[in-house]
């Protein structure tokens, strides 16, 4: 009985991962650094900051004044401080403790601070509200020399003569410090806060003296209230920290048995071992991808429990969210882990396409850095504080999930952008693990004496193919899922007004990306542009079928739409920017819309999805997978959930009509009848006209009229009747899957 | 059993030049056979191997296990080949008992099948004092019995070996080339690659003296010195190479 792909897998990264929790290294690496360096680390840093605030805000500090009669008013200001006079030398952890809780002067608003986590911060705060022992030494006029020159850590001038209740006088106090010198910035900051109090002190008196109630010289009093629960406060803090903590041990444990389980694995010979076994490249690869996956998950969680232990059993919880109540978010940690899923596979799956592309364990690891760095700069940009889960970041791999991470930590649960960012995140991972099996089988790579690995990439050593393999198709996919987005999303910002204009920067677009780029790229990989966009006549079935589906999908898609507004609805935002999109679509001329809605992303869509993508996915999948990952595409590149099961569904229709049919044409022309009935029916210049005068408002919400419903529904069975029916004799023929059978890999060199 | 016919392997190089490894190879090992594949180093040698394996594609030329061709089927011909090199890595953190275990599912075999199969080559390979130990802590004879275990492990009707005894003690050397009598006696079709020509003098019905990729002889041993009128194999193999090297022959 010969076992199958998935239990051939289920073998592999069983014995993978037994294989690399053997290895100490990768031990130490995930269990033992989290578990034990980590809060070692942590609570070492603690212990060595409490000790520097503590000893700053103790010290004894020297203050130079010019002469004797500044010291003896120095004297007397210090002494008479009722903040000192309170505990007199007031211990170290009071201070310390009290300086690290509250939030410092000037910052009492509605937003929340950033925590201060150095140690000099927290001492400056400290000596302002309880300030150290001074010292004053008498220098004549060099008190700014005696700073300085480090004879004092302060210099205080009194410009005119000195503060008194009796008089109306204000006088001036020069405070001189060194800035580079935080002993001199502590002792500056103690010193103004005893001097700030002494003012205080005087106008109190001066007013009372007077008979004048305090609040004259206060009329306004202000008290900032935060509102955030200690839920969310807590969310916020862990939000700062927590996604960097997620990318970065993530990677970090996934590093280690990516380079063992590829480049490791050919550098000690075992590779050959295992290539001689009955088992597809694209199994080894997968099984290697589960196992490390799963450590680069298992690092990860094993982090943040010993950094969330560490947060809340060291103390440093209380420190971060500056003295208030920690709650965790615990409803957030299901969805957290669940996004650490696609963000681990992710990594994993680019670790072993790199790992996968080296000879050996050395020149692995020198592909890992530039790794690393792909990885943090998202991260970071994700991490900057306003950065909001929208426009580019939505799709931008890492940084997504960064922030969507952040969001969740705040309580923010959008469905739609989970989904967005899971999905995403997918097709990005779904590309590297197809391009780490293409790379981990090549003979260049698996061994050294049969080629170099230049030659993977040298156009004249490509063999001709019929069409792109899936690990290219899937590339090429993701990059222009990415640019297509961010192109479409600057749009608006370059200054581009809604109009014709605009509708012809979208066609370029699709154009460039969609048409002329998968073109290119064919040429390039010596792939037959006639068989990966099927560039063939179809049969009349094909033609017919490609009516039934054009004419009557708008009508389904619309009650589709409405039935699925009742639960899953489109945000009023979004609705409202569609609307007003359609209000300037409905001022252009209906040829103009047919061309550009309906014309241009007929063919650019067809060709690419259906013809390019297609054709690559078909080459390593059967014909069911290859439509329901085609039109998972499809749909995703819609950019909104509530549109993927409507354009999902579509693109499925479309990729039936080529499979069936072997030919684009037929999967073009019902597309562009889809679109341009769509666009038509609603217009009022166009069929909307026509429409309301045989019973159908389409401009209205709502469903269509049942005849309308059941003669489409009918129309488009006939459709799909007509594509099942096909003779699929004819398809086997030149399926670009058959064909390619024979020389499946694109970077294999000419033979 | 085996066939190669025009079996040709072009190598591209990063200077855009071409390098044909293996020109136009044909020859055919019939089962119960030991055919020796003789040539000096860069010959071509392991890259035919691989290419019989399915290690490698061919640029061009075809070869049949069986009858089934390694190129439309790598996957079933694979299931009939035992292959065997000396740097054949073993997982070192893994002992032979899990390592043979690992490639016994691989290889489809039932659980009881695969333990009783394992069991008698443990007994016959005399692995028993070594089978529970890691394989990083094996010695290179103690590793090389390990992979000829599991080169035989599914039974294949069909062993490639190259440079077996490559680095081995007199007595783990002794072993393995009695081993390679003993199955090619069971019927088993051998294809052995060695440097060592006394190996290929004892053991090979026929010798295919290969050079610079082409094949430049083949015969029994007894035909190769009627073809050169040299006795040893020795001789024969340097009349034979240096006719066909440029700079030796003048």
């Known amino acids: 009985m010969r076992m199958t792909r998935f239990s051939r897998i289920n073998t592999i990264w069983k014995k993978e991962l037994i294989d690399t929790l053997r290895d100490r290294r990768t031990v130490v690496a995930m269990v033992l650094v989290p578990m034990v360096l980590y809060p070692a680390m942590m609570l070492g840093s603690i212990g060595a900051f409490e000790l520097q605030v503590s000893y700053l805000v103790t010290e004894e500090y020297t203050v130079a004044v010019p002469d004797p009669d500044t010291r003896q008013w120095l004297r007397h200001v210090i002494d008479s401080d009722p903040a000192r006079r309170i505990d007199d030398n007031g211990t170290a952890e009071e201070i310390v403790e009290r300086a690290a809780t509250q939030p410092a002067e000037g910052t009492e608003s509605s937003e929340q601070p950033e925590p201060e986590r150095d140690g000099a911060s927290v001492a400056k705060r400290g000596v302002r509200e309880r300030p150290p022992p001074y010292r004053i030494v008498v220098v004549g006029e060099h008190v700014v020399e005696a700073v300085t020159g480090g004879a004092a850590n302060v210099g205080l001038v009194l410009r005119g003569p000195p503060p008194r209740v009796g008089s109306e006088n204000s006088s001036q106090i020069g405070v001189a410090f060194d800035e580079s010198d935080i002993r001199s910035e502590i002792a500056a900051s103690g010193l103004e806060g005893v001097l700030a109090r002494y003012a205080e002190r005087i106008l109190l008196q001066r007013l009372a003296e007077r008979e004048i109630d305090p609040s004259f010289v206060a009329p306004l009093q202000i008290e900032s209230r935060n509102v955030a629960s200690a839920e969310r406060m807590t969310g916020s803090v862990l939000g700062r920290i927590v996604p960097l903590i997620l990318i970065v041990m993530t990677i970090t444990g996934a590093i280690y048995p990516a380079i063992d389980l590829t480049a490791g694995e050919r550098e000690r010979g075992t590779l050959e071992t295992l290539m001689v076994a009955p088992v597809a490249t694209s199994e080894l690869v997968f099984g290697k991808f589960i196992v490390i996956t799963l450590i680069g998950l298992l690092s990860a969680l094993l982090n943040l429990v010993s950094i969330g232990g560490t947060i809340w059993l060291g103390g440093v919880g209380s420190m971060l969210a500056q003295g208030q109540q920690m709650v965790f978010p615990l409803g957030a940690l299901p969805w957290v882990f669940l996004l650490l899923v696609p963000l681990a596979v992710l990594f994993s799956a680019v670790l072993l396409a790199v790992c996968s592309f080296a000879r050996s364990f050395k020149e692995a690891q020198n592909y890992i850095a530039p790794v690393m760095m792909a990885a943090l700069i998202p991260g970071v940009v994700g991490i900057l504080p306003g950065t909001q889960l929208k426009g580019p970041i939505l799709i931008m791999p890492v940084a997504n999930i960064v922030v969507l991470t952040r969001e969740l930590f705040l309580g923010k649960f959008d469905f739609g952008a989970i989904a967005i960012v899971a999905m995403s995140t997918s097709l990005y991972a779904g590309a590297a693990i197809a391009i780490a099996t293409k790379l981990f089988g090549q003979e260049a790579v698996l061994f050294a004496d049969s080629g170099s690995i230049r030659t993977l990439f040298q156009r004249k050593f490509f063999k001709p193919r019929p069409a792109p393999s899936c690990a290219v198709a899937l590339l090429v996919l993701a990059l222009v899922y990415t640019l297509n987005f961010y192109v479409q999303n600057s749009l608006g910002s370059a200054g581009i007004v809604p109009g014709v204009g605009y509708l012809g920067a979208i066609a370029l677009t699709l154009a460039i990306l969609m048409g002329l780029g998968p073109y290119l790229t064919t040429l390039y990989l010596r792939a037959s542009p006639l068989e990966t966009f099927r560039l063939r006549a179809p049969t009349w079935a094909g033609w017919a079928a490609a009516v039934c589906f054009g004419l009557s999908t708008w009508v389904l898609i619309r009650a589709w739409f409405t039935y699925q507004e009742t639960w899953l609805p489109f945000d009023p935002r979004i609705k409202a920017q569609l609307e007003a999109q359609l209000g300037w679509i409905s001022s252009l001329h209906p040829a103009t819309l047919v061309f550009f809605l309906a014309l241009v992303p007929a063919f650019c869509e067809e060709l690419f999805f259906r013809g390019f993508v297609l054709s690559g996915v078909r080459t390593a999948l059967n014909r069911t997978w290859s439509v329901i990952i085609v039109a998972l595409a499809f749909g995703l590149s819609h950019y909104m959930i509530q549109r993927l099961p409507a354009t999902a569904l579509l693109g499925a229709i479309m990729a039936l009509l080529v499979v069936q049919y072997r030919s684009i044409y037929p999967a073009i022309l019902a597309h562009f009848l889809h679109n341009a009935l769509t666009t038509l029916s609603t217009h009022p210049e166009g069929l909307l006209p026509v429409l309301r005068g045989i019973g159908f408002d389409a401009a209205a919400e709502g469903y269509p009229p049942t005849g309308w419903l059941i003669a489409a529904a009918a129309l488009s069975l006939v459709g799909l009747s007509l594509c099942l029916l096909a003779p699929k004799a004819a398809d086997r023929g030149s399926d670009s899957r058959q064909a390619g059978a024979e020389g499946s890999d694109d970077l294999v060199p000419v033979q | ?250």
């Not at chain 2, 275990?101 to 080559?121: C, H, N, P, V, W």
């Not at chain 2, 680095?167 to 079709?189: F, M, P, Y």
């Open chain 2, 1 to 250: 059993m085996i066939r190669v016919e025009g079996l040709t392997k072009v190598f591209p190089t990063p200077e855009g030049v071409e390098k044909t490894a293996v020109r136009d190879l044909s020859f055919a090992v019939e089962p119960g056979e030991i055919y020796g594949l003789l040539g000096p180093n860069g010959a071509g040698k392991t890259t035919s191997l691989r290419m019989i394996s399915g290690l490698l594609r061919p640029t061009a030329g075809r070869v049949y296990i069986g009858g089934v061709d390694v190129t439309d089927d790598p996957e079933r011909v694979k299931r009939s080949i035992g292959y065997l090199t000396a740097n054949t890595g073993l997982y070192e953190r893994l002992s032979p008992l899990e390592f043979l275990r690992y490639f016994a599912t691989l290889y489809s075999m039932q659980r009881d099948e695969a333990e009783a199969k394992i069991a008698g080559l443990i007994e016959w390979l005399g692995m028993e004092s070594f089978a529970a130990m890691r394989c990083g802590a094996l010695s290179t004879g103690q590793k090389q019995r390990t992979n000829i275990a599991r080169a035989l492990l599914a039974d294949p009707p069909v062993l490639i070996m190259d440079e077996p005894t490559l680095g081995l003690d007199v007595l783990s050397n002794r072993l393995i080339l009695e081993l390679i009598r003993t199955q090619a006696r069971a019927g088993k079709a051998i294809l052995l690659s060695t440097h060592a020509l006394d190996e290929i003098e004892t053991m090979c019905q026929r010798i295919g003296l290969i050079h610079d990729g082409t094949l430049i002889a083949e015969g029994s041993l007894d035909a190769l010195r009627t073809e050169t009128g040299k006795q040893r194999l020795s001789e024969i193999f340097l009349q034979l190479t240096n006719a066909h090297d440029p700079v030796l022959a003048d």
